[in-house]
């Protein structure tokens, strides 16, 4: 066993993506950690090293544009389809790196990119988890979003977002709130998409997630095709490798030991 680590920019439509590649298992998959609105590379943690040893595999992380040491947005503001052009971000830097066999594990946007990009680009992607995803946009989401805005507002929360974007801060918040809270983006809804996924599905939701309900989570397993499994942690909320480690991390490691 040879461990090769890449830690570089990898350049896509004259923008540059930071990305972390531990290349430890030849012949094995390679799992791809995708963030949510708020996150980076750094705030997975010790999650996908230890994942990784645990099952044998590969991994990918990576700063989507605008986040931790990615280039910055051109601007905040998005278009509606923006969670779709990132799964096209995403299939050209698995072309890039020669990622042929992904296990793709996402939260939160992370979640619903993994989703978008097992429909569009299947024969490269081998089974999923996903964490806390979005198929289409509820009341419970703006509602946790507005009170998220607040907290923005009230709180350090951009001083302690500053460790990890930089002066990217305000940037990324507004990406979100602003995108999601207006009004064209209502009608944003990628159920037409997962009829095209075959591969395994691992869907994993807090009970109590603040941005979600459990319709998310049965809709999505309902319009797949592949063979799904789900994991609802009671008394939780929107982020469960956080909120219940170890619950999360079992049922991961256990759905990537039964996959053929």
């Keep these: 066993m040879a461990e090769h680590t890449i830690a570089k920019v990898i350049q896509v439509e004259d923008k540059n993506i930071y990305v972390e590649y531990y290349h430890t298992f030849e012949d094995r998959p390679t799992i791809v950690f995708l963030h949510d609105s708020l996150g980076c590379v750094t705030l997975w ?6 994942l990784s040893e645990a099952v044998k595999c590969n991994v990918l992380v990576y700063d989507r544009l605008g986040y931790g040491k990615s280039d910055p947005m051109p ?6 389809n923006y969670l779709e ?6 299939n050209e ?5 020669d990622v042929k066999d992904a296990i793709l594990f996402g939260h939160s946007d992370g979640g619903s990119i993994a989703l978008i990009t097992a429909a569009k680009y299947s024969d490269r992607i081998k089974a999923l988890i996903c964490e806390a995803a979005h198929i289409f946009v509820e009341e419970v989401t703006l509602k946790g979003i507005y009170k998220a805005m607040e907290g923005y507002r009230m709180t350090n929360l951009a ?6 974007h930089g002066d990217k801060v305000d940037s990324i918040f507004k990406a979100w709130t602003e995108t999601w809270t207006k009004a064209d983006y209502k009608v944003w809804n990628i159920e037409y998409l997962l009829k095209d996924i075959t591969c395994p599905l691992l869907f994993i939701q807090g009970e109590a997630d603040e941005y979600g309900t459990m319709e998310q989570v049965d809709r999505t397993i ?5 063979k799904t499994k ?9 982020t469960p490798h956080k ?7 079992d049922a991961a490691k256990d759905f990537i030991t039964k996959l053929k």
Excluded: M, S
């Design 159 to 164: 001083e302690r977002l500053a460790k990890y």
């Design 243 to 249: 909120e219940a480690p170890e619950q999360t991390f």
């Design 85 to 90: 052009l990132e799964a096209d971000v995403l």
């Design 230 to 238: 789900k994991l609802i942690i009671p008394d939780i909320g929107h």
């Design 93 to 97: 830097l698995l072309t890039q790196l």
């Design 75 to 80: 601007t905040h503001e998005r278009p509606v």
């Design 45 to 50: 943690r010790d999650l996908p090293q230890k």
């Design 222 to 226: 309902n319009h797949v095709w592949g």
